[in-house]
C-alpha cells in the first residue's frame, strides 16, 4: 500500500477533523500531493494539493478559507485540517499523489483507499 489515509469520522457540522495521509517514502516522493473527496452518486473533485518543493497550496473554492493542507516531510504524511464543517463536505475522502499539480483525479498516478467523513446537520 502506497498511501493509507485515516482520520475520518462523523461530526456536528461546525466542527473540525483532521484527515492524514501516510505514504511509502517513494510515493511523498510525488512532486505534488492532493486531496479528492466523492459524495454518493457524484464525480470524485479536486479538495486541495500541495508542492513538494515550495510548499505552494492550491483549494477548490467550495474549501477555501476553512481547510488547510500541509505535509510533514520527516513522517512522509500529508494532513487536511478541516474546519467550520458543512453537511456539503459529506463524503469519502482520497488523498493522491502525482508529477504535476492538476485538479482532475487522472492527474495523479497514486491513490489511497479513502476514509469516510459524514458531518451531520
Known amino acids: 500500500v502506497q498511501l493509507q489515509a485515516s482520520g475520518g469520522g462523523l461530526v456536528q457540522a461546525g466542527g473540525s477533523l483532521r484527515l492524514s495521509c501516510q505514504a511509502s517514502?517513494?510515493?511523498?516522493?510525488?512532486?505534488?500531493m492532493g486531496w479528492f473527496r466523492q459524495a454518493p452518486g457524484k464525480e470524485r473533485e479536486f479538495v486541495a494539493a500541495i508542492r513538494k518543493n515550495s510548499g505552494t497550496t492550491y483549494y477548490a473554492d467550495s474549501v477555501k478559507g476553512r481547510f488547510t493542507i500541509s505535509r510533514d516531510s520527516a513522517k512522509n504524511t500529508v494532513y487536511l485540517q478541516m474546519n467550520s464543517l458543512k453537511p456539503e463536505d459529506t463524503a469519502i475522502y482520497f488523498c493522491?499523489?502525482?508529477?504535476?499539480?492538476?485538479?482532475?483525479?487522472?492527474?495523479?498516478?497514486?491513490w489511497g483507499q479513502g476514509t469516510q467523513v459524514t458531518v451531520s446537520s
Open positions: 517514502k517513494r510515493t511523498f516522493s510525488s512532486y505534488v
Open positions: 493522491a499523489g502525482g508529477s504535476y499539480y492538476d485538479i482532475v483525479p487522472s492527474g495523479y498516478t497514486h
